[in-house]
């Protein structure tokens, strides 16, 4: 319902940044309405959440109200519970009584869209959490997570990064790149090796390590490298021109394109202009 809020915002965001004749056009063409417009405008100030009294946002409707599971039980009897699914159902037991999952879920909205955008939806429909509910959901579906994807620790090494906690990002992340070299799943890679999660570390590197940040409509940079890492670079494209970012423990250099255009990019709480030519090093 989060996800769906948000597709709203950015459906009115769209039309509001075209003009009469192409706001009319657009609508003529997919034959939508203003009466539709206007639903999706009340649906997106009433969607329902199930929030428990300490901040916890239910995955779905009646998750409350299932079964824990013994997780301490299964991992000594079984050692690898990453595909507790399939433990379960081997048992004859179904693992939609429990209160687990495979990856991450509730999580991946902040993931996706960021604390800020995700904490103004919240306040937006009306519900009020405590500052540090965050901290909270994140440390109560990671104790309920089973990792059985290869996925998993990325989303969840990246927000124990946003939220400070980086030894147990560090130690995410690394679990997240031995996903192949060490078959974490017992056997799945020799099904086929997990490109997915490859991708995921190289991004993730790029931009919870790095800092790179373009979630907001704005070029941030924020880096949080590991303390045995002494330097990354990269380079990159935003809306038409191209950098390259050097990031090291006590500086960060951002190096721009021969044809770029100006661009704004905030380095930690300070605005910089950017533009080709003009090569912005910064001591941290």
């Not at 998750?63 to 599971?69: I, Q, S």
């Not at 002494?230 to 021109?241: D, E, K, L, P, V």
Request: glycine content about 10%; aromatic content about 10%; hydrophobic content about 35%.
């Amino acid at each position: 319902n989060i996800m769906v809020v948000w597709l709203f915002y950015r459906a009115f965001d769209i039309l509001g940044s075209m003009s009469k004749e192409m706001r009319k056009k657009v609508l003529d063409k997919i034959s939508l309405k203003e009466e539709e417009l206007q639903k999706w405008h009340d649906e997106g100030h009433k969607m329902n959440l199930d929030i428990s009294d300490d901040g916890i946002i239910a995955q779905f409707d009646g998750y409350f109200d299932l079964e824990e599971l013994d997780w301490d039980a299964y991992r000594e009897k079984y050692g690898n519970i990453s595909r507790l699914d399939r433990l379960l159902k081997a048992e004859g037991e179904l693992p939609d009584k429990y209160k687990l999952s495979k990856q991450a879920d509730t999580l991946m909205c902040f993931y996706n869209l960021g604390s800020d955008t995700v904490s103004s939806i919240i306040d937006k429909l009306g519900y009020r959490l405590p500052d540090n509910y965050l901290e909270k959901n994140f440390d109560y579906y990671l104790r309920r997570c089973s990792h059985g994807s290869t996925l998993s620790r990325v989303v969840h090494a990246c927000l124990a990064a946003m939220m400070g906690k980086h030894r147990l990002s560090w130690n995410l992340y690394y679990e997240a790149l031995q996903s192949d070299f060490s078959d974490s799943q017992g056997g799945t890679t020799a099904e086929g090796i997990h490109t997915g999660v490859m991708g995921a570390t190289v991004l993730m590197a790029m931009t919870a390590f790095g800092g790179l940040n373009v979630q907001e409509g704005l070029l941030q940079v924020d880096p949080a490298l590991p303390g045995h890492w002494r330097r990354i670079s990269f380079g990159f494209g935003y809306r038409g021109n191209n950098y390259k970012l050097e990031v090291g423990q006590s500086f960060i250099n951002i190096i721009p394109g021969p044809s770029n255009s100006k661009e704004k990019i905030i380095v930690g709480d300070k605005e910089h202009v950017v533009a080709a030519g003009n090569e912005c090093r910064i001591d941290i």
